[in-house]
Structures are given as C-alpha cells and as structure tokens.
C-alpha cells in the first residue's frame, strides 16, 4: 500500500535513477509461405474447380433447350460447352470475294450543261421561292399579273412611279 506507506513514515523508500535495462533478445526472420499467412479460410477448398450448368428455354428465332457448361476455379473461369443460339455469341460469316481484291472503277460526274427550257421545268417545284413573302402563291399570283399586263394593252399613260410613291394621291387632292 504505496500510498499509506508514505504517510505514516513505516516503510524504506527506494529510488532508482541508474538501473541498467535488461539488453533485447535479438528477434530471428520468421516467415510464412503465402498458405499459411492468408487468412482466408480453407485455401484448398476455395482453389477446386466447380461445375456450373446452366439450361435455358428455347425461343421463337431459335426453338428447343439451350445448356451452357462452365468449369469455374478462384481464378479461372472457362466455358465447356455451349448450346448454339444463345445470346452471346457471334456467328462467323465468311463474305466471299469474286473481285479478288480489284477496287471498282470509279463512277466520274461532271456538271452537265442544262438548257433554259430545263432549267425553267426544275424551277417549277414548290422549293423555287420559299423565302419569298407569301410563298409559292405570292410568285403565282405575280405571274399571272405578268401574264394579264402583258395580254391587255396598258390604258392610258405609262406609270414610273415606284412602289410607294404617293405622286398620284397628290394629284387626287389637287383635282378636288
């Protein structure tokens, strides 16, 4: 009882300042082959092989019963067999070539000269005129003003005002 002991003055005190320390042993290399050190479990049991079997219905594309064979280890997997038509795999088609490597001559296009008569039958598509304002109509509307100025004799004298132009409102409100 360290504590009673001092105060009651019973008992030798003792210090030590310079005790010497028992020397270490010296500790020898101790290794473990890779077994043993794992801890794992049972390393042989986790390293035989197993065999899974898997069966599959057939489908409509390809009827009957479809069996896969898997020999699968702790590191290694590999497929013994495998019924054909399942999905994952890809069927080989070996494409025969007549040619005999010989490339196809090329086909050359060259702009051909078009005649007007041609040239007005393509332009008379509906593409002709799209960001006109009014569209395809607004040019057939034009047109047959074309066609009507052209077929009746203009009455009266020739009109150079641009469009816009208020000329013959102004005349209107001198003759009023």
């Known amino acids: 009882m360290g504590l009673f002991d001092r105060l009651l003055g019973g008992s030798k005190s003792v210090s030590v300042t310079n005790q010497a320390k028992p020397a270490k042993k010296q500790e020898e290399a101790f290794f473990l082959d890779a077994d043993a050190s794992s801890s ?37 997997s590999r497929r013994e067999m495998a019924t054909p038509g399942l999905g994952g795999e890809v069927e080989k088609t070996v494409d025969t070539d007549l040619t005999g490597g010989v490339p196809k001559p090329v086909k050359k296009t060259f702009a051909e000269q078009m005649s007007k008569a041609q040239l ?39 009109s150079t005002a641009k469009p816009g132009d208020i000329g013959a409102f102004k005349g209107w409100v001198k003759d009023l």
């Open 40 to 76: 794992m479990g049972d390393v042989q049991f986790m390293r035989r092989s197993n065999t899974i079997r898997h069966t599959f219905p057939g489908t409509a594309s390809s009827p009957g019963n479809k069996e896969m064979i898997d020999e699968v280890a702790s590191m290694t």
């Open 120 to 158: 007005d039958q393509r332009m008379k598509g509906s593409a002709v005129g799209v960001n006109v304002p009014g569209g395809p109509a607004a040019i057939k509307a034009q047109k047959e003003e074309q066609a009507s100025t052209q077929v009746q004799p203009s009455s009266g004298s020739p």
